[in-house]
């Protein structure tokens, strides 16, 4: 089974679901490209005058970022040598040996990818699992990942775990693409994406379970404004709840709505919240 719930030792683990990676061999447990990891500094939310400028944030585990190429645009063919957890990132990502330049990069896993595959990424190779090349070069209809939003940028679109976008229209210049959220835009038909979905497909689905694993992953409690005294927040203090206009903690009107009015062009049809 792929989500499992664990023995309810107590009453918050009695509430946890996740994913089961006990089953599949291949993935590893430990980073094997070594030289790809860096150390990461916590702000725990705060400016460089030490201020709290984002609420809620602190504590976390101490980790070291995996640096993902997410720009694969130069001709290279490599083997996977493991999949790997990202503590970084919600997907599973994979270690590939560059044959032709005898290099390591770590590469975002896409679904059904197994240890030993092969990966191509350039501008004059066949749409395969993993693969990256340029949209102009991909067939309507095949899902996608890894998409970069403009040429020679990096992936940006289909990065979360489980998403994806599908090619729905295609021309020399611009391809039409309807990203997992139902949105649907346009790109250039010489931006690079990756072929397949992205891996831990299921992952929506996992629950933390207590409250310690949220300040495990850099997450402090969030307190409500009623629950405050009125010299913290707006709805603080008073007997009993408070009703009336709802503020932020610096008075506000907090209007929950998009106040932009600026508009992407490149976007056909926007995802309905």
């Known amino acids: 089974m792929i989500l499992q719930k664990v023995k309810p030792t107590t009453s918050s683990r009695r509430q946890l679901i996740k994913l089961n990676n006990q089953k599949s061999s291949s993935l590893s ?10 150390g990461k500094k916590n702000s725990s939310g705060r400016n460089h005058s030490g201020r709290i400028t984002v609420f809620h944030k602190g504590g976390g585990v101490k980790g070291k970022y995996r640096n993902v190429n997410f720009h694969r645009t130069f001709n290279s063919t490599g083997i996977v040598c493991s999949l790997e957890h990202d503590p970084n990132r919600s997907a599973f990502i994979a270690s590939v040996f560059d044959f032709i330049n005898f290099d390591f990069f770590y590469i975002l896993a896409p679904k059904n990818l197994q240890v030993g595959d092969i990966v191509r990424s350039g501008l004059e190779i066949e749409p395969s699992l993993g693969s990256s090349l340029p ?3 991909i067939p309507i209809g095949t899902p996608i990942y890894n998409v970069s939003p403009k040429v020679f940028e990096k992936g940006k679109i289909s990065r979360a775990a489980g998403t994806f976008s599908i090619i729905k229209e295609k021309t020399e210049k611009y391809a039409l693409l309807e990203l997992s959220s139902g949105e649907q835009r346009y790109v250039s038909s010489r931006c690079f994406a990756s072929v397949g979905e992205v891996s831990k497909k299921l992952h929506f689905l ?20 009623v629950a405050m005294n009125p010299i913290d927040h707006p709805h603080g203090g008073g007997e009993g709840k408070k009703s009336g206009n709802s503020l932020t903690p610096w008075g506000k009107p907090n209007f929950r709505g998009k106040t932009s009015k600026s508009k992407n062009r490149l976007i056909l049809k926007k995802n309905k919240l």
């Open 206 to 225: 996992t629950r933390l379970g207590k409250a310690g694993q949220s300040r495990w992953l850099n997450k402090r409690p969030t307190v409500r404004g």
């Open 29 to 38: 447990k430990k980073p094997l490209l070594k030289h790809r990891l860096k």
């Open 135 to 137: 949209i102009a070069g």
